[in-house]
């Protein structure tokens, strides 16, 4: 798989059914490893471990409905009073980060209302902090650590 913008990991690899998966730790399973995949293993690597995000408050890839349409998220961290402190959008190496990613993401944001907003494909990263009084986000040099 491709270096990506993140420091160095460990993973856990496994060969099944001729097709090469890697250990989600949020899910407890092995996941074929796509791109996409690649990138949200590296996320939640970077949350564990750079930004001290617990283990037990980071959900991946749940469904949620916005007006009506079933939907996934690919990353949310949690605060303990079960308020959202980040969701992230993945995306593949080769996607481009266009506006309708930031799109994608916001309107994920109305249901969720999160603080913070992180948009990578694993080579460009985009933070954003959310301003609700003015209704729009502000981009940020990085996420501040997570603090419990």
């Known amino acids: 798989m491709q270096k ?3 420091p160095e990991y460990s993973f856990r690899f496994k060969n099944s059914q001729n097709k ?3 250990f989600d730790p949020i899910r407890k399973k092995f996941l074929v490893l796509q791109p996409e995949e690649w990138v949200r ?3 939640i690597q970077f949350l564990f471990q750079e930004k001290k995000c617990p283990p037990s408050l980071v959900n991946a890839e749940k469904e949620l409905k916005i007006n009506g349409l079933k939907r996934r998220y690919d ?3 949690y ?3 079960g308020s959202i402190f980040l969701i992230v959008e993945c995306k593949a190496p080769e996607v481009p980060i266009t506006q309708n990613t930031f799109d994608q993401i916001a309107r994920y944001n109305l249901t969720l209302k999160a603080r913070y907003l ?3 494909n694993g080579l460009k990263h ?3 902090k959310m301003d609700y009084d003015q209704e729009k986000y502000h ?3 990085d996420i501040p650590p997570y603090i419990l």
């Open 79 to 81: 605060h303990p009073d």
């Open 20 to 22: 090469l998966r890697i």
């Open 41 to 43: 293993q590296h996320v």
């Open 139 to 141: 981009f940020i040099q």
């Open 4 to 6: 990506l913008n993140f």
């Open 75 to 77: 990353v949310v961290v």
């Open 118 to 120: 992180m948009v990578t």
């Open 126 to 128: 985009y933070f954003c």
